[in-house]
């Protein structure tokens, strides 16, 4: 075996997916990939209905997914290639920076949000943290979550729910954020996965949350969690 053939075989590229109904930022975003040596963009779509099809036939490990698509939206687009293609990464390329279109996205899947004013100096770095199990969202995207929201507390004049928390718990919903499971945590903090299961239900009550996207969103309009953070299991 020739050297070059085992650099090509050590160092597997991540296969990538763009769409978007615009040639010229598909374009554009193929170009600026191309310049990273362990990207490999594999297919690309014009419209949803088209990127699910490319996704279950390429099976790329990051699907980049513009939300005003034609035929299919990218948030549907985003939850059929969730349920189609095991592990894919999903980020999110759009032009919208409000709450509901960010909370949508967590909930069909993405763990990478980019705005388009920006993509140019975001995107690689999101499809690299997407694709090292960990998560990006536009600091512009967390700074406007985080100035609505203590907007609508000085507004509404309510307390905020945060401070009903307890250390511990502060640092579970942290943990929570960043992508870890109930085990991870549990592993993380040294404790039992039922202490940790009963935190997370009393962090849930205490904030009136749902579900784990409701949590990430809170997470981010908090400023608990950074623009990038990992999902991998870490020492505290």
Request: hydrophobic share 45%; glycine share 4%; proline share 4%.
């Amino acid at each position: 075996m020739r050297v070059d053939e085992f650099v090509i075989t050590d160092m597997p590229s991540v296969r990538i997916l763009i769409a978007d109904d615009h040639a010229l930022i598909r374009g554009g975003l193929r170009s600026l990939l191309a310049h990273e040596p362990s990207f490999q963009v594999v297919a690309e779509a014009s419209n949803g209905l088209e990127a699910v099809e490319a996704a279950e036939r390429e099976r790329p490990q990051v699907a980049i997914l513009d939300i005003g698509m034609p035929a299919l939206n990218g948030i549907e687009a985003a939850r059929r290639i969730s349920a189609a293609v095991p592990n894919v990464q999903l980020v999110m390329l759009t032009v919208y920076s409000d709450e509901g279109y960010l909370l949508n996205a967590l909930r069909a899947g993405a763990r990478g949000y980019v705005l388009k004013s920006s993509a140019e100096s975001e995107i690689v770095d999101a499809v690299r943290a997407v694709s090292e199990g960990k998560a990006f969202f536009s600091p512009k995207v967390s700074r406007i979550l985080a100035d609505d929201y203590m907007r609508f507390l000085e507004e509404k004049r309510v307390e905020d729910t945060y401070d009903l928390l307890t250390d511990r718990e502060r640092q579970i919903l942290q943990l929570l954020a960043e992508g870890q499971s109930n085990k991870d945590v549990a592993t993380i903090l040294n404790l039992s996965p039922t202490t940790v299961i009963c935190h997370r239900q009393h962090i849930f009550q205490k904030l009136n949350l749902h579900n784990i996207s409701d949590l990430i969103l809170y997470a981010i309009r908090k400023g608990v969690i950074t623009s990038q953070f990992d999902r991998s299991p870490q020492n505290p």
